[in-house]
């Protein structure tokens, strides 16, 4: 949530976050992230619970990662969401499976276009924490969403299927618009109705830690999306995002819309192969 509300932020549009917290949350953190302007009146802190952790271990290169979970927060449930909401568009990212169908399809109800990343759905535990994938056992979720958007690996598992455009088309299959793939320094696919585009990745000089940078994506794709701007730019501002991101440690960027959206230009006028 942190990535992506920030990002929404900086494109000078607003953003609420709804999650489940422990108590050893750091009250530094929500005095932060309201500071940036982001509504956290939908955030529940569970006295005595512990909140969500993962410890990410790269490869030198950034070419691979594994996650191990180290504590998990409780479950989201639809007694958590406020009985009003109306928002223009929600991302549902799930990171360790706390967000059943019910949730999903009360919010559903509440927003114009429902965005879902189901990493945290695809993710099984062992008795240390270790991740493995396998397949969304509810594949329901998919058929309430507009976009959906993933990691090359996370939609494999999704869909059980290996080939990357025979899993694009699954997706679609559930009824879903637009459906975009990370790929890392490759950048993304980006898939409407089945007309697929390469988004180019700006190449930055140096990488620093790509941890969000999946989630900043979205937030730049969303932030443009409920302004009635097209896909592709859409997307291109997702990517501008990301570089920013991985160009700092943690949720910690600094540049606004004018250095974003200078980035987003320069991939948009790139050759964008259909």
């Not at 009250?27 to 309201?34: G, L, R, V």
């Not at 005595?48 to 950034?62: P, W």
């Not at 960027?253 to 974003?260: A, P, R, S």
Request: charged share 25%.
């Amino acid at each position: 949530a942190a990535y992506a509300s920030l990002t929404v932020r900086r494109l000078n549009a607003r953003a609420s976050v709804f999650s489940k917290v422990g108590d050893d949350f750091p009250e530094a953190y929500m005095w932060w992230f309201k500071e940036e302007g982001i509504d956290l009146s939908g955030v529940v802190k569970v006295k005595g619970a512990q909140t969500t952790r993962f410890e990410l271990k790269y490869a030198d290169d950034f070419s691979n990662r594994t996650l191990q979970l180290k504590s998990r927060a409780p479950s989201i449930t639809v007694e958590d969401l406020p009985e009003s909401i109306k928002s223009k568009a929600v991302h549902i990212a799930p990171i360790a499976g706390e967000i059943a169908y019910e949730v999903a399809e009360k919010l559903r109800s509440c927003t114009e276009v429902l965005s879902i990343d189901p990493q945290g759905l695809v993710r099984n535990f062992d008795n240390e924490g270790h991740v493995t994938y396998s397949s969304l056992l509810d594949k329901r979720i998919l058929e309430l969403a507009n976009i959906y958007k993933s990691s090359l690996e996370e939609i494999k598992a999704v869909t059980g299927l290996s080939d990357v455009n025979s899993a694009v088309k699954a997706v679609h299959d559930y009824g879903i618009e637009t459906v975009i793939v990370t790929i890392g320094a490759k950048g993304a696919l980006l898939s409407i109705e089945g007309t697929k585009y390469n988004i180019p990745a700006y190449q930055c000089e140096k990488i620093v830690d790509p941890t969000g940078a999946g989630d900043a994506f979205i937030g730049g794709f969303l932030a443009e999306y409920v302004r009635g701007e097209d896909s592709l730019w859409c997307a291109c501002v997702g990517s501008a995002a990301s570089s920013f991101v991985v160009e700092a440690f943690g949720p910690t960027f600094m540049e606004g819309e004018t250095e974003i959206r200078q980035r987003a230009h320069f991939l948009y006028e790139k050759e964008i192969k259909e």
